[in-house]
């Protein structure tokens, strides 16, 4: 039964971003990040940045296919983004990356 029900798309998604986060959050609190300046920007070629719709710009996310995402909510305002006071910054959804602060993904969480 528990198997089936981890069947649908949405809670494998969800259970990739649980795994994700507690991935990254390990990896962060044991090694620390690297300065955000050190890090490449994520692009939507990262297949990662791609999986969760990742725009640099969370006023041009298509809503059509993000019908979830409002006006309101950036990476800045995300539970995963690590300020660093800069445009880009770490996300600990994209060990190694950084994203910009105005942008949005459907990984996004309210701080």
């Given at each position: 039964?528990?198997?089936?029900?981890?069947?649908?798309?949405?809670?494998?998604?969800?259970l990739r971003?649980?795994?994700?986060?507690?991935?990254a959050s390990?990896?962060?609190?044991?090694?620390?990040?690297?300065?955000?300046?050190?890090l490449p920007?994520?692009?939507?070629?990262?297949?990662?940045?791609?999986?969760?719709?990742?725009?640099?710009?969370?006023?041009?996310?298509?809503?059509?296919?993000?019908?979830?995402?409002?006006?309101?909510?950036?990476?800045?305002?995300?539970?995963?983004?690590?300020?660093?006071?800069?445009?880009?910054?770490?996300?600990?959804?994209?060990?190694?990356?950084?994203?910009?602060?105005?942008?949005?993904?459907?990984?996004?969480?309210?701080?």
């Amino acid at each position: 039964m528990l198997y089936e029900s981890m069947q649908s798309p949405a809670r494998r998604k969800t259970l990739r971003l649980i795994i994700t986060g507690a991935v990254a959050s390990f990896t962060t609190t044991r090694f620390g990040w690297p300065a955000a300046a050190d890090l490449p920007h994520l692009s939507d070629a990262n297949p990662s940045a791609a999986s969760l719709g990742y725009t640099e710009n969370s006023s041009n996310v298509d809503s059509h296919k993000f019908p979830q995402h409002r006006a309101d909510q950036r990476c800045a305002n995300c539970k995963f983004f690590q300020d660093t006071g800069s445009t880009y910054a770490p996300c600990q959804l994209y060990p190694g990356n950084a994203v910009n602060a105005n942008g949005w993904c459907a990984g996004y969480a309210a701080k």
